[in-house]
């Protein structure tokens, strides 16, 4: 077998980082303001990673590297995902960006820079490459964030975003080397090999369990790792905003899935109890947070929090029924956040943000349809029928009461019914309200026709959830169990 | 056999949609043809049935759909067709086929047209849904299709306040009524698991002295089911005390009052009962209640009949006295001859109201009897054939209401229940006050000087209800004369003149003696041997009707008609001076014994004033003040002191974040 061959998991990733470098040079002699050559080559370059992703995809589970990377169903589902998420984002940013002169070559490069960290970090079986891929997305996130060199806010939200990620890692890397001092391996198979055998130091293992824990949160943002959610949500750019809200949550619950799911598998109990506090403080504090925000932006970060201690409640369910709700809850939160930041989008214009609840005062009376697209995005988000946001709750809530932790399920459907006010807010204001702005909505066909699938997604989904729902379920039972 | 059976409550329900949904685009005419002629199919395929079940042997008891599955009970659409239905729907379609046609000449001029034949074509499948069923599912869907209906057509002039009013009263007074029977129906199923009749009818039996399920009391099961079912009949069939909306309900067009309050939807409960003869005949008690009520509703709705001046309004408590005497049949275990008075009063009943309809288009809508007089030779036709009907429904000898009438008054005399005797004196002069409002009315409207016409109508002593919907009363002009109906009018008249006379003489000896309902209607013979005494002393129906000249009834019925025609046509000044001398009882009777008066305030201001209080203070306080609005500004409150730990300054951030951690290693101590 030749040494090309034994890397065919991996081409997704090494044929990205070709383009990026190509990218990278093809952009210095692109003298088009637009950058139209650069967008259509990233564009290309996604759909190329996709086709590889696909085509190499084999059954069961792939090794590499010595066994620091992985290539299984599940990672190939979250990668194009991933993929999906950040073309989308590209669509809804592209003018938005273009109008505000940061539609720039760097932009692009960042983007997928920050790509190949989520593929990194989804692939990753090895506490090293994680944190690899990890660093890698990060330090690409942070650079976007500041992108907007003139604005105060962003870059007083990308320093922000980078001291405390920074402080983030150094408690990962704590854990991590724990970790390592207990079992004496940073692979993920042979860290849960170790703990099953028992290891004389019960005590360091769980020390280092609290500081992985603690990074991950803190990537997720749940409560009380959140505080930069808010903050950053707000200062960055709205297409910087979509990008940090979507892609990366996938990566995350990859990394939940591999560090906790996988490797600590053995420690589940005190993980999973730590995963109960920080979901139910996650919940009660997106939600209730939520409803006192007037700039929509903030509203979303509060509401990203909730969700992300939902989808905590399906990983602490744990089997098929909890991973592959979870899974499923993440790629939902993904598609219905894509939506709701490029409504953002769509809305604002030259020298205006679309960004406060009184944007969208009277939005049916100038555009029935985009009103409608909006009302079935702020029903998925609130867990309405026959959006798909119910039926991803749904999953979750049945997969929490099956393991017997009613209580946990009822208060997550009690603040999901206080979270469903401020959703359902915007529905008023769109319907009900006149509205205060009555400058025509110009729409660009390609962003139009996207929030149009965004929306019809969410409903169609919602109403035929059964086969993304197998999918994630058969992901997570092939990773966990072929191990 | 089957897509027969599926056709007939199809039919008019095709009739029902195309008349309501596209009346504007069919036009008048096309809306009744149509209509009509998915009657008339729904009639030849019950007179089909009727002769396959009777004749053919055929029976029919299965599921033609199944709707849901609940747990262990499945929900199911499915017909039973024995010779109870059969019987049931060969009424209802006939009448039905007769009004539909009558409905032609009487809303002529209504602009309403294609909506009145859209609900009486919906009537008709709902009862025959009703009657056709073969689960207490589909019973009660029929059952409240049926009130929705006649809901509807009572307030089918929808901009007189008097009708809005009668059909608010006969909703909520059938729904007290649909309350007992709902809970019947939630027993049965919670007991015996199963909607179906014959599953229940089969397992019954094995719980007959078994108590019910109600903490706290020691009933017996069977008879708290039967009395919850009797009471949604007593709702539906308006027995006393629930009989307050069936005279309001004459503020609906008159084809109404004979199709629906008169003949067909009034009886649905008679016919329930029936149906459910193997409950009831496991409970004594409730066999007693119902006896008891039939004959206060017999006597004392009949007494009201006497002083009314409004010619429905005669015609419905004469209708509620009937409702009575079926009622008391019931309780005497003589279903057959319950359902047999059942189906003769409706042909004569319904002659009766058509009759009692075309005398008011003759009258140009003036329905005050005092205001009539003297139209026998106006409009010989309707002067016939309401003879016929008022006869038919006094008893006399050989006509269709004789044999029903006559074998309810043995069947109550043999019966030993309790309230028997009672039951017995209440009927036996019901008897006679029968007679007594029935020519009354009869005398006053055809007979006597012609008091039509006269340019101001006297309207005292009226009540009020009556009056202020006089905005309808149009009357003859001064000089005018009242002239024959139309042919469609008429037509129907003759063609229920016919049955109503002969029906009996013919159906007595199988319906009553024959045995024909076999395995449809049980009767616990050892227990109750009315109809075997009965039977014993019956010689065919020629002898039966000879034999009677020498009983009570007969003249006590004769002596009914002979002091009306004394106090009505030979001293016309006796009622008045009757009327100022027993002033008291009078005064009872023109407020039909403060039934209404005691409903309004009791019922009505009782119920508005707890809803006045649940809304001020449970709702407005309570659960607004305290638990919505309260719990939004609680949250509210939470909401803007969680925002304020956002205070923008990273070292709060980070410090969180340390928190954070110290919490997740301390608890770990917790649950070790």
Request: one cysteine or more.
């Amino acid at each position: 077998m030749s040494f090309l061959s034994t890397l065919l998991p991996a081409y997704a990733e090494i044929f990205l980082l070709v383009m990026v470098s190509v990218i990278l040079i093809v952009d210095l002699f692109v003298v088009n303001q637009n950058k139209t050559l650069t967008y259509v080559l990233v564009q290309l370059t996604l759909l190329g990673c996709s086709l590889i992703t696909v085509s190499t995809h084999q059954p069961g589970v792939a090794h590499l590297f010595n066994n620091m990377y992985v290539d299984d169903l599940m990672s190939d589902v979250l990668k194009l995902f991933c993929y999906l998420a950040l073309s989308m984002m590209l669509v809804y940013s592209r003018n938005y960006l273009m109008v505000r002169g940061l539609f720039t070559g760097e932009f692009m490069v960042l983007a997928l820079f920050s790509l190949l960290g989520m593929m990194v970090m989804i692939s990753a079986s090895h506490f090293l490459t994680l944190y690899l891929g990890l660093e890698l997305m990060s330090l690409a996130l942070y650079a976007m964030v500041a992108l907007q060199r003139d604005s105060a806010i962003a870059t007083e939200a990308a320093m922000k975003y980078f001291i405390l990620g920074a402080l983030a890692s150094g408690l990962l890397l704590y854990g991590m080397s724990m970790l390592y001092g207990a079992t004496g391996s940073l692979e993920v198979a042979a860290v849960s090999n170790a703990i099953t055998h028992g290891v004389p130091n019960k005590e360091l293992l769980v020390f280092g369990l609290v500081f992985v824990v603690a990074g991950l949160a803190f990537k997720l943002g749940v409560v009380p790792f959140h505080m930069w959610v808010p903050d950053v949500y707000h200062g960055a750019p709205t297409a910087m905003t979509m990008l940090i809200g979507t892609a990366p949550k996938l990566a995350a619950f990859a990394f939940v899935m591999r560090i906790l799911a996988e490797g600590l598998q053995p420690l589940v109990m005190h993980w999973s109890s730590m995963l109960e506090i920080l979901a139910v403080l996650s919940m009660a504090l997106g939600n209730i947070t939520a409803i006192a925000q007037t700039n929509l932006k903030r509203m979303f970060a509060y509401s990203t929090i909730a969700h992300m201690g939902f989808l905590l409640l399906g990983v602490l369910s744990g089997g098929i029924d909890g991973y592959g709700s979870a899974m499923f809850y993440a790629v939902i939160y993904v598609l219905m956040t894509l939506g709701g930041f490029g409504m953002i989008m769509l809305l604002s214009r030259e020298g205006f943000e679309a960004d406060t609840l009184n944007d969208f005062k009277g939005l049916n009376q100038r555009s029935p349809w985009l009103a409608f697209m909006m009302m079935l995005l702020m029903f998925s988000m609130a867990g309405i029928p026959p959006t798909v946001g119910f039926y991803a709750k749904l999953s979750v809530l049945s997969a929490v009461v099956n393991t017997g932790h009613i209580p946990l399920a009822v208060f997550a459907v009690l603040v999901s019914l206080i979270g469903a006010f401020y959703y359902l807010r915007i529905v008023k204001l769109m319907y009900f309200d006149a509205p205060e702005s009555h400058v025509p909505i110009t729409l660009q066909p390609d962003s139009g026709i996207l929030i149009s699938f965004n929306g019809v997604a969410v409903l169609l989904l919602g109403i035929i959830p059964g086969n993304l729902m197998s999918v994630c379920a058969v992901s997570v039972q092939q990773s966990l169990l072929l191990h | 056999m089957q897509n027969l059976y599926l056709l007939v409550p199809v039919a008019p329900l095709i009739g029902a949609v195309a008349a309501g949904l596209f009346g504007r685009q069919l036009g008048r005419t096309w809306s009744h043809r149509i209509t009509i002629a998915m009657v008339a199919v729904s009639f030849f395929a019950s007179v089909a049935i009727f002769r396959d079940v009777v004749f053919g042997g055929h029976a029919f008891n299965g599921a033609v759909y199944k709707w849901l599955t609940s747990g262990e009970t499945s929900f199911e659409i499915g017909f039973l067709i024995d010779r109870l239905s059969a019987m049931m729907m060969l009424v209802v379609t006939f009448v039905s086929l007769m009004v539909h046609i009558y409905t032609i000449g009487y809303m002529e001029e209504d602009t309403g047209y294609q909506r009145f034949f859209s609900y009486i074509s919906l009537f008709t499948f709902s009862m025959l849904m009703l009657v056709m069923s073969n689960n207490f599912m589909q019973l009660f869907f029929g059952w409240e299709a049926v009130g929705l209906v006649s809901y509807l057509l009572i307030g089918f002039w929808y901009t007189r306040p008097t009708a809005i009013y009668a059909n608010l009263k006969a909703f909520l007074v059938n729904r007290v009524g649909d309350f007992g029977f709902l809970l019947g129906i939630g027993l049965i199923l919670m007991v015996f698991g199963t909607a179906d009749y014959a599953a229940v009818f089969a397992i019954a039996p094995n719980h007959a002295n078994d108590l019910a399920p109600i903490p706290g009391v020691s009933w017996n099961m069977m008879s708290a089911i039967c009395i919850l079912l009797f009471i949604g009949a007593m709702g539906k069939s308006a027995q006393f005390p629930l009989h307050v909306w069936l005279p309001d309900s004459m503020e609906g067009p008159t084809p109404i009052s004979a199709l629906i309050h008169a003949a067909t939807m009034v009886t649905a409960g008679i016919f329930m009962v029936a149906r459910m003869s193997p409950l009831f005949e496991m409970s004594d008690t409730a066999l007693s209640l119902i006896m008891i009520v039939g004959a206060i509703t017999a006597l004392f709705m009949g007494l009201l009949g006497i002083i009314q001046n409004d010619i429905k309004r005669v015609i419905a408590y004469s209708t509620l006295s009937q409702l009575g005497y079926m009622t008391v049949a019931l309780g005497a275990s003589a279903y057959s001859v319950a359902l047999f008075h059942l189906m003769t009063h409706a042909f004569f009943k319904a002659l009766l109201f058509l009759a009692a309809g075309s005398v008011i288009i003759g009258m140009h809508h003036d329905q005050d009897i005092r205001n009539m007089g003297g139209v026998r030779k106006y409009m010989p036709i309707t002067h016939w054939t309401f003879l016929i009907g008022s006869l038919a429904l006094i008893g006399f000898p050989f006509l269709s209401g004789f044999y029903s009438k006559t074998s309810i008054l043995e069947a109550v005399e043999a019966s030993h229940l309790f309230g028997s005797g009672f039951a017995y004196v209440a009927l036996l002069l019901g008897v006679f006050v029968t007679a007594f409002y029935s020519f009354r009315l009869y005398f006053l409207v055809f007979h006597g000087e012609e008091r039509f016409g006269a340019s101001q109508h006297d309207h005292q002593g009226d009540h009020a209800d009556e009056e202020v919907s006089s905005d309808h009363h149009h009357g003859l002009a001064p000089g005018e004369k009242p002239h024959e109906t139309p042919w469609v009018v008429w037509l129907p008249l003759v063609l229920l003149a016919v049955p109503s006379m002969i029906i009996g003489y013919i159906a007595v000896e199988p319906l009553v003696f024959g045995n024909f309902f076999r395995d449809a209607v049980y009767i616990n013979s050892e227990h109750y041997h009315a109809l075997k005494h009965m039977l014993d002393e019956f010689h065919g129906p020629g002898a039966m009707a000879l034999e009677d000249l020498e009983s009570l009834a007969f003249w006590l019925a004769m002596g009914g008609v002979a002091s009306s025609w004394f106090l009505y046509m030979k001293r016309r000044d006796i009622p008045q001076k009757l009327s100022q001398k027993f002033g008291f009882i009078y005064t009872v009777l023109d407020n039909k014994y403060y039934f209404d008066r005691f409903n309004d305030w009791f019922f009505a201001g009782g119920a508005r004033g707890a809803s006045r209080f649940l809304w001020k203070f449970g709702d407005v306080k309570l659960i607004d003040g305290l638990m919505v609005n309260g719990t939004a500004r609680l949250v509210g409150l939470f909401s803007g002191v969680l925002r304020r730990f956002q205070t923008g300054y990273i070292y709060h951030y980070a410090f969180s974040m340390i928190i954070g951690v110290f919490v997740l290693l301390t608890i770990r101590n917790w649950f070790e």
